[in-house]
T-cell receptor
Framework: KQEVTQIPAALSVPEGENLVLNCSFT??????LQWFRQDPGKGLTSLLL?????REQTSGRLNASLDKSSGRSTLYIAASQPGDSATYLC???????????FGKGITLSVRP | NAGVTQTPKFQVLKTGQSMTLQCAQD?????MSWYRQDPGMGLRLIHY???????DQGEVPNGYNVSRSTTEDFPLRLLSAAPSQTSVYFC??????????????FGPGTRLTVL
């Protein structure tokens, strides 16, 4: 059974810092990995999708990498801003039913 | 495009009542699914559908029914609400299933409280 782990559960950093959010998964036979952002009381917003054949994807200040063999992904946020404060979830698709297995998320707080 | 829409946004039910959570997408996506999000448990798959007329169970299907009569709509029915079904429910959709590119899009959620 696929398990996705995100550690730590919470992170607080000063504005301007570059930071890395980690995600690990137990079954490397994934179709792809997706990073989401969730603001309090809101839905999930897709940030980046990495297909299993890719190593990284970039969007603005965000860069996500994938190492299938080690079962790890990282989300790099450059020059963090208070507006980046949210919960970041990673999810993997394993198997043909397109089921997403989610980590429990990392709650990020960027202090002004 | 409106994307994935869900109604209602909030709902309070009494134990034993039934209700339907609505989900619609206007992106012509094949695959739709329902998740529930609970503190400390993360998001868990309830039911999913790979196309009109086809549904299947996810990780936590007990107490819920679904149907998919059209590509656009995927309602979730609570047959007899229980306090354990207090949760935030999210509907999601993706263009295709079982393929390499499966970016999933989520609705804004329905916050359900069962008293």
């Amino acid at each position: 059974k696929q398990e996705v782990t995100q550690i730590p559960a919470a992170l607080s950093v000063p504005e301007g810092e570059n930071l890395v959010l980690n995600c690990s998964f137990t079954d490397s036979a994934i179709y792809n990995l997706q990073w989401f952002r969730q603001d309090p009381g809101k839905g999930l917003t897709s940030l980046l999708l990495i297909q299993s054949s890719q190593r990284e994807q970039t969007s603005g200040r965000l860069n996500a990498s994938l190492d299938k063999s080690s079962g790890r992904s990282t989300l790099y946020i450059a020059a963090s801003q208070p507006g980046d404060s949210a919960t970041y979830l990673c999810a993997v698709i394993t198997g043909a039913n397109s089921k997403l297995t989610f980590g429990k998320g990392i709650t990020l707080s960027v202090r002004p | 495009n409106a994307g994935v829409t869900q109604t209602p946004k909030f709902q309070v039910l009494k134990t034993g009542q039934s209700m339907t959570l609505q989900c619609a997408q206007d992106m012509n996506h094949e695959y739709m699914s329902w998740y529930r999000q609970d503190p400390g448990m993360g998001l868990r798959l309830i039911h999913y559908s790979v196309g009109a007329g086809i549904t299947d169970q996810g990780e936590v299907p007990n107490g819920y029914n679904v149907s998919r009569s059209t590509t656009e709509d995927f309602p979730l029915r609570l047959l007899s609400a229980a306090p354990s079904q207090t949760s935030v429910y999210f509907c999601a959709s993706t263009l295709t299933w079982g393929r390499a590119y499966n970016e999933q899009f989520f609705g804004p959620g329905t916050r359900l409280t069962v008293l």
